[in-house]
């Protein structure tokens, strides 16, 4: 079957961390970038990191994330990570993994909520 499936989410204080997972099947991983997306409460689906295909050398990152979130993937078990550190309220939103396939990809999301 081919999907990706976003996992790691959870509730976490303020100035926390956690790491999201994206597990993919069903289809060669390597061969895509890959991208986080999120939704906040009330707002729409922003854009958050990419990592470009095989290597992953280049990535981007929003903004409001760039120094606090590290985008990574490992290749050889088709999972795309992202490590958020230094986590603020804002942050609170449910994260979708998208793979960049045509047409992309979608997972079904995984909760963050930064509250204390």
């Known amino acids: 079957q081919v999907q990706v499936v976003e996992s790691g989410g959870g509730l976490v204080q303020p100035g926390g961390s956690l790491r999201l997972s994206c597990a993919a099947s069903?289809?060669?991983?390597?061969?895509?970038?890959m991208n986080w997306y999120r939704q906040g409460p009330g707002k729409e689906r922003e854009w958050v990191a990419s990592?470009?295909?095989?290597?992953?050398?280049?990535?981007k990152y929003a903004d409001s994330v760039k120094g606090r979130f590290t985008i990574s993937r490992d290749n050889n078990k088709s999972t795309v990570y992202l490590q958020m550190n230094s986590l603020k309220p804002e942050d609170t939103a449910v994260y979708y993994c998208?793979?960049?396939?045509?047409?992309?990809?979608w997972g079904q999301g995984t909760q963050v909520t930064v509250s204390s």
């Open positions: 998208m793979a960049g396939r045509s047409p992309p990809l």
């Open positions: 069903g289809f060669i991983f390597s061969n895509y970038a």
């Open positions: 990592i470009t295909s095989w290597l992953g050398l280049t990535t």
